[in-house]
């Protein structure tokens, strides 16, 4: 049966259509839809002749909270949402001065196999639907009392290996009868599927590309995520530097600082050569343990003297704050825990 949350706009229309119903309901449904509603009942401007009319043909999907824990260093808050077939997944809800992010997640556990990741346990159960996946900022919105202004796509899963969700969720979540996030306001991260970062950047959708780039080369590259295997350094950066030309966004590299494997000032002079004007930024993220991996954080000095040397060579770089430190804000932590004891 249909999630009407799944549609976009449009689908909606079309799909209201069959039903022989005027165009001006999808724009009521889509709104009610975006305040969060659970029922189809909750939509109290639809006849109840329609409202049953509906019920027959479609539901609206909703998330139960497994788990929330609430950071007493930062405020973070972390979900461990239960979708509907009983599967689990994970959100953050970070504060900033700029406002309130949450980082979502796209897919039931992920077949990516990166190394340092705990979402890639037990790897891909299922994709998210484009109606679960607004879901998360929906009910976090609605549990925390506040509008989050600002959404990246980075928690569980590979938003790309999801693609036609994500994009049906990209064009919900920015309508302006829904919760009108603008574009610029919204990061997708990706470990380097070519194809698909090429076929986004003809999507003409100004939203933020990062790119979990993690290594200097493709011998250290290869030996903690796989898919470097299909798509090696330099075909990434060449499709990066095809994202920049149409785009004219610029990408941000997310590089997980692992002691003694690429954390050296010589890994960082190969670093700043392979990026080397572009429009670019370096995210520095002192990489979080997993029980599964040995890879253990590099220390701050290294960290410093690696972001020092990419800044003399002209390329912006920052650490990434560590938030939610006390409650295992990490991508993927929270639900494994669970999964263990299931």
Same mark, same amino acid.
């Given at each position: 049966?249909?999630?009407?949350?799944?549609?976009?706009?449009?689908?909606?229309?079309?799909?209201?259509?069959?039903?022989?119903?005027?165009?001006?309901?999808?724009?009521?449904?889509?709104?009610?839809?975006?305040?969060?509603?659970?029922?189809?009942?909750?939509?109290?401007?639809?006849?109840?002749?329609?409202?049953?009319?509906?019920?027959?043909?479609?539901?609206?999907?909703?998330?139960?909270?497994?788990?929330?824990?609430?950071?007493?260093?930062?405020?973070?808050?972390?979900?461990?949402?239960?979708?509907?077939?009983?599967?689990?997944?994970?959100?953050?809800?970070?504060?900033?001065?700029?406002?309130?992010?949450?980082?979502?997640?796209?897919?039931?556990?992920?077949?990516?196999?990166? !190394?340092?990741?705990?979402?890639?346990?037990?790897?891909?159960?299922?994709?998210?639907?484009?109606?679960?996946?607004?879901?998360?900022?929906?009910?976090?919105?609605?549990?925390? !009392?506040?509008?989050?202004?600002?959404?990246?796509?980075?928690?569980?899963?590979?938003?790309?290996?999801?693609?036609?969700?994500?994009?049906?969720?990209?064009?919900?979540?920015?309508?302006?009868?829904?919760?009108?996030? !603008?574009?610029?306001?919204?990061?997708?991260?990706?470990?380097?599927?070519?194809?698909?970062?090429?076929?986004?950047?003809?999507?003409?959708?100004?939203?933020?590309?990062?790119?979990?780039?993690?290594?200097?080369?493709?011998?250290?590259?290869?030996?903690?995520?796989?898919?470097?295997?299909?798509?090696?350094?330099?075909?990434?950066?060449?499709?990066?530097?095809?994202?920049?030309?149409?785009?004219?966004?610029?990408?941000?590299?997310?590089?997980?600082?692992?002691?003694?494997?690429?954390?050296?000032?010589?890994?960082?002079?190969?670093?700043?050569?392979?990026?080397?004007?572009?429009?670019?930024?370096?995210?520095?993220?002192?990489?979080?343990?997993?029980?599964?991996?040995?890879?253990?954080?590099?220390?701050?000095?290294?960290?410093?003297?690696?972001?020092?040397?990419?800044?003399?060579?002209?390329?912006?770089?920052?650490?990434?704050?560590?938030?939610?430190?006390?409650?295992?804000?990490?991508?993927?932590?929270?639900?494994?825990?669970?999964?263990?004891?299931?």
């Amino acid at each position: 049966m249909n999630n009407l949350k799944d549609f976009t706009f449009e689908q909606l229309e079309q799909f209201l259509a069959t039903l022989g119903q005027p165009k001006f309901r999808a724009k009521q449904i889509f709104a009610w839809l975006h305040r969060g509603v659970t029922s189809i009942d909750e939509m109290t401007d639809l006849s109840k002749d329609l409202r049953n009319l509906l019920k027959q043909q479609a539901t609206v999907s909703s998330l139960k909270i497994v788990q929330k824990l609430q950071s007493k260093i930062d405020k973070t808050v972390k979900y461990l949402f239960e979708l509907s077939d009983g599967n689990r997944i994970e959100s953050v809800v970070m504060y900033y001065a700029h406002g309130i992010t949450i980082c979502i997640s796209t897919q039931v556990g992920c077949r990516m196999g990166c !190394g340092f990741c705990a979402s890639t346990v037990g790897g891909l159960v299922r994709n998210l639907s484009a109606g679960e996946i607004l879901d998360q900022v929906l009910f976090a919105s609605l549990d925390i !009392g506040e509008r989050i202004s600002n959404i990246v796509l980075m928690g569980i899963g590979e938003p790309l290996d999801n693609y036609e969700n994500v994009l049906n969720f990209l064009k919900n979540v920015n309508h302006p009868l829904g919760i009108n996030v !603008g574009y610029r306001h919204i990061s997708l991260s990706t470990c380097g599927i070519v194809p698909k970062i090429l076929a986004l950047a003809e999507e003409n959708i100004p939203i933020t590309l990062s790119i979990s780039l993690h290594a200097p080369n493709d011998v250290i590259r290869s030996q903690s995520m796989p898919i470097n295997k299909s798509y090696d350094i330099d075909t990434l950066l060449k499709a990066c530097r095809q994202y920049l030309k149409v785009t004219g966004r610029r990408i941000t590299f997310e590089y997980a600082m692992i002691n003694g494997l690429n954390d050296s000032v010589d890994n960082a002079q190969q670093l700043a050569s392979k990026i080397k004007g572009m429009s670019c930024h370096v995210n520095l993220i002192p990489v979080n343990a997993v029980s599964e991996s040995s890879y253990v954080k590099s220390n701050a000095q290294a960290i410093r003297a690696f972001q020092q040397h990419l800044e003399k060579k002209g390329i912006p770089a920052t650490v990434r704050r560590e938030l939610g430190s006390d409650i295992q804000a990490a991508c993927g932590q929270l639900r494994q825990q669970h999964e263990q004891k299931s």
